[in-house]
């Protein structure tokens, strides 16, 4: 209830700000044409929409022309690929209405995989690993750092050991922005960031 959400829905224009402006590489977005905007921004919710299907269908829903070995490569930096074979069709199983067929943090996982084959210059993760062990979600993080080198990851979480390793780390309170910098930075300041991460590491 920050705002956090909020401040990433300027970016693909689903919210006009009321004054100011909204800028990527310099450019006004205003300027920009909305289907160009969007297309270069990949967005995944904490509770993604699965289409009935299978799951390669679900992966390659916005890129249908998408090869098997593209699937199978954004479905490992995911960590979807290993859970997928354990199924009974492997990537040709239904996904049942809505994803039913799936438990949550595998929803989830295949909601990344089927933004990653867009290949995105920017990507949101809006709370998009919540369902995941802290093990998985650490594997999807380093998968990510280490492979989108061209991509901009804008990383909604609460859980802030995710984002350790980021280049700027954004804390909202009460839809203000009250602290901002590294980890080490921030840990530093002996301020809010510092406080919610100790208690989350006594945790």
Do not use: W
Not at 2 to 16: E, F, I, N, V
């Amino acid at each position: 209830g920050s705002g956090k959400s909020t401040l990433m829905k300027l970016r693909p224009r689903l919210y006009s700000p009321k004054y100011g402006r909204v800028t990527i590489d310099d450019y006004d977005i205003n300027k920009v044409e909305l289907y160009s905007l969007r297309r270069q921004i990949g967005i995944v919710p904490q509770d993604p929409l699965l289409f009935s299907g299978t799951v390669a269908e679900n992966i390659c829903q916005i890129n249908p022309d998408a090869d098997s070995e593209d699937i199978v490569k954004a479905a490992k930096l995911a960590c979807a690929h290993d859970f997928i074979m354990e199924l009974p069709q492997g990537y040709s199983t239904p996904v049942g209405e809505r994803g039913g067929n799936l438990s949550g943090g595998q929803r989830q996982r295949v909601a990344i995989a089927r933004t990653l084959l867009s290949n995105p210059k920017m990507l949101v993760m809006d709370e998009a690993t919540s369902a995941l062990d802290y093990e998985t979600e650490r594997k999807v993080c380093d998968n990510l750092l280490e492979n989108l080198q061209d991509c901009t990851v804008f990383f909604i979480t609460h859980r802030l050991s995710t984002i350790k390793r980021a280049d700027r780390i954004i804390m909202m309170h009460q839809g203000a922005v009250v602290e901002e910098g590294t980890h080490h930075s921030l840990m530093q300041m002996n301020g809010r960031y510092y406080a919610l991460y100790r208690q989350q590491e006594a945790e």
